[in-house]
Nanobody, 130 residues
Framework: EVQLQASGGGLVQAGGSLRLSCAAS????????VAWFRQAPGKEREGVSC????????FYADSVTGRFTISSDNAKSAIYLQMNSLKPEDTATYFC???????????????????????WGQGTLVTVSS
C-alpha cells in the first residue's frame, strides 16, 4: 500500500523559513518523479516543484524559483521542500505527490501538472503572516 504523509507546516512570519517533509512508504523511488503542490483558498492546485529519480534536473514554479528547494533522501524514503523568504502569497495547503515515469519523458510542463501523479499525501497547512 502506497502511503504519503506531509508534515512541517505551521504559522510563520513573512521573510521566514519552513522545511516541509513527506514520508513515503509502499513504493520504490526507481523510475519515479516526486513533487510538491499547493492549494490556497479560492485558488486551483498548482505545481510548486518536482524532481526525478533518474534525471538531474529539478523544476520550480516561477513564483518560488530562488526561494524554494526540493530534495529527497532515498534511503529514508523522504521528500523535502525547503522554503525561504516566505511571502503571504505562499499561504496554502501543501501536498506531496509521486508518479512513475513508465517511459514518459520528464518535463517541467507535464510534471508540474496535478493530473500526472498517481499518489498523494493529505497535505500540511502553511500560513505566512504579513
Amino acid at each position: 500500500e502506497v502511503q504519503l504523509q506531509a508534515s512541517g507546516g505551521g504559522l510563520v512570519q513573512a521573510g521566514g523559513s519552513l522545511r516541509l517533509s513527506c514520508a513515503a512508504s509502499g513504493f520504490s523511488f526507481d523510475d519515479s518523479v516526486v513533487a510538491w503542490f499547493r492549494q490556497a483558498p479560492g485558488k486551483e492546485r498548482e505545481g510548486v516543484s518536482c524532481m526525478s529519480s533518474s534525471d538531474i534536473r529539478t523544476f520550480y514554479a516561477d513564483s518560488v524559483t530562488g526561494r524554494f528547494t526540493i530534495s529527497s533522501d532515498n534511503a529514508k524514503s523522504a521528500i523535502y521542500l525547503q522554503m525561504n523568504s516566505l511571502k503571504p502569497e505562499d499561504t496554502a495547503t501543501y501536498f506531496c505527490a509521486v508518479a512513475y515515469l513508465r517511459g514518459r519523458k520528464y518535463t517541467r510542463t507535464y510534471h508540474l501538472t496535478e493530473g500526472s501523479y498517481h499518489y498523494w499525501g493529505q497535505g500540511t497547512l502553511v500560513t505566512v503572516s504579513s
